[in-house]
């Protein structure tokens, strides 16, 4: 969920890993953009592409033509309408979680929405 008000490379950048989905390699893309610590320019998204042994040049193209923007439009309008500010956001048996998201509270959560004893 890019939220451009705080970080404005981040909807193209999520475009980029949408692009790159339709080349098969979409956590490839996302660990890459993550590891890219903010370098997010168009030129950087391409390279990447080239670093993950996709077709850079499509990227480009579908980057510039805004292929996948609507995608990431899509998914960025559902989560707000979920209750998702921001990530990362975990569902706990449908029910957006809103507490800690370590192993340890995620475990408890899990284990009270479904009855269990911890």
């Known amino acids: 969920m890019p939220i451009p008000e705080l970080h404005p490379l981040a909807p193209k950048a999520a475009e980029a890993a949408e ?8 956590w490839p893309m996302h660990d890459r953009l ?5 370098q997010l320019a168009i030129d ?3 390279r990447y592409a080239g670093e993950l042994d996709l077709d ?5 193209a579908e980057l510039s033509e805004d292929v996948h923007e609507p995608r990431v439009s899509r998914d960025r309008e559902s989560a707000l ?6 990530t990362p956001a975990f569902f ?4 957006h979680h809103e507490g ?3 192993a340890g509270s995620l475990v ?7 009855g269990a004893a911890g």
């Open 92 to 95: 706990v048996n449908g029910e």
């Open 81 to 86: 309408a979920s209750g998702v500010l921001g």
């Open 100 to 102: 800690a998201f370590d």
């Open 44 to 46: 950087d998204l391409v």
């Open 56 to 60: 850079a040049q499509r990227l480009r």
């Open 108 to 114: 408890s959560a899990l284990e009270k929405t479904s």
């Open 34 to 38: 993550y590891a890219a610590r903010g």
């Open 19 to 26: 692009a790159a989905s339709a080349q098969g390699a979409f």
